[in-house]
């Protein structure tokens, strides 16, 4: 059976068929901001009624930053949705380099300026998306916060505090929001066999939990007389990891943030990236299920990120996993 591309991208108030010269989507658990890069032929056509003008058209000014961006890619006719946003930024060059960005563009649009005694962190996030086109995700846990407070910072930098200070994982799955942990959703699995429907595997890496010896250790408190001990796990004879952790004081959820730090560090099976043909379709957050039948080593790992290539040259799907399941 021969497999045809196939793609259907809406721009503005355009729809391009076809002309593409290359498209890359990017999208990843550890970033809240999902990326496209689209470029497309400095002059082109605009078809009305069903019919070609004699002239054409300067691509670049067809497009502005804020217009909505959304790309489904394929195979004979059978498309999915690999990206929903809005133009960043339009590059007049040839071709024409359109920079696209996903939902997180409305937040970096937003400042805020308030203050909490004592929150969740599902209040603060229903501040952050009030009066845009994000939703907030149904798995969104209950996470009590102490003294918290947002300065004149906009939504990106609010969720990057989330990410670097408390530990938590934000990501879009479109205009669906997500702060969690880092397995606190988890979507369908896909079948992955190496030597089968995967092209390249020689970005694998196989390592063993044993070989590994960490201790992670959360603490609250500026200086070595402020800190205070909040809650330690794994091995007492491991490479230190000492986490700072502000705003939260609940035991069970700092258990919880502990056990996760633990078992991103140390695992066993396999790490790194593999590179598949576009289908099957696989995102974020997916569980992969990859068969090695050389070396019988088969597993099941959430996927961290993938990157999908379109164009003149075929379409691949690179993907990236965590840690075992």
């Known amino acids: 059976m021969a497999f045809k591309l196939n793609s259907k991208i809406q721009l ?3 729809s391009l068929k076809g002309g593409v010269n290359e498209i890359v989507v990017k999208r990843s658990v550890n970033s809240y901001m999902d990326t496209a890069t689209i470029k497309i032929p400095a002059l082109g056509r605009v078809l009305q009624n069903d019919a070609l003008p004699q002239s054409s058209v300067e691509s670049a000014k067809q497009f502005k ?3 909505r961006v959304v790309i489904h890619l394929g195979y004979n006719g059978e498309l999915v949705r690999e990206f929903d946003g809005f133009i960043r930024r339009v590059s007049p060059a040839i071709p024409v380099v359109l920079e696209c960005e996903g939902f997180g563009w409305q937040l970096r649009r937003k400042r805020f300026l308030i203050s909490w005694k004592s929150t969740t962190l599902l209040e603060v996030l229903q501040h952050l998306v009030k009066d845009t086109d994000v939703k907030l995700s149904g798995f969104i846990p209950t996470v009590k916060l102490t003294n918290f407070a947002l300065r004149n910072v906009n939504g990106l930098e609010v969720l ?3 990410k670097k200070k408390m530990l938590l994982t934000a ?10 942990l880092q397995q606190g959703v988890l979507k369908e699995t896909v079948s992955l066999r190496l030597g089968w429907n995967v092209l390249r595997d020689d970005q694998l890496k196989y390592r063993l939990a044993d070989d590994t010896r960490v201790l992670v250790r959360l603490v609250t408190g500026k200086g070595k007389k402020n800190k205070r001990l909040l809650y330690e796990v794994g091995d007492k004879d491991g490479v230190l990891r ?8 609940d035991q069970s959820w700092l258990q919880r943030t502990a056990a996760d730090a ?3 560090a140390k695992f ?3 790490e790194g990236s593999i590179t598949c043909f576009l289908q099957p379709f696989i995102e974020p957050s997916c569980v992969a299920k990859i068969i090695d039948k050389k070396y019988n080593r088969g597993g099941s790992y959430m996927v961290m ?3 999908v290539s379109y164009g003149m040259n075929g379409a691949r799907r690179k993907i990236e996993i965590g840690r075992s399941l």
Request: hydrophobic letters at 30%; aromatic letters at 22%.
């Open 305 to 307: 990120s993938t990157e």
């Open 12 to 14: 503005g108030d355009y």
């Open 268 to 270: 066993t099976g396999y």
């Open 65 to 67: 930053e804020g217009d």
């Open 160 to 162: 990057d505090y989330f």
């Open 262 to 264: 633990l078992a991103k």
């Open 171 to 180: 990501y879009f799955n479109f205009n669906e929001l997500y702060v969690g």
């Open 242 to 249: 000492e986490i700072t952790i502000p705003n939260i004081t």
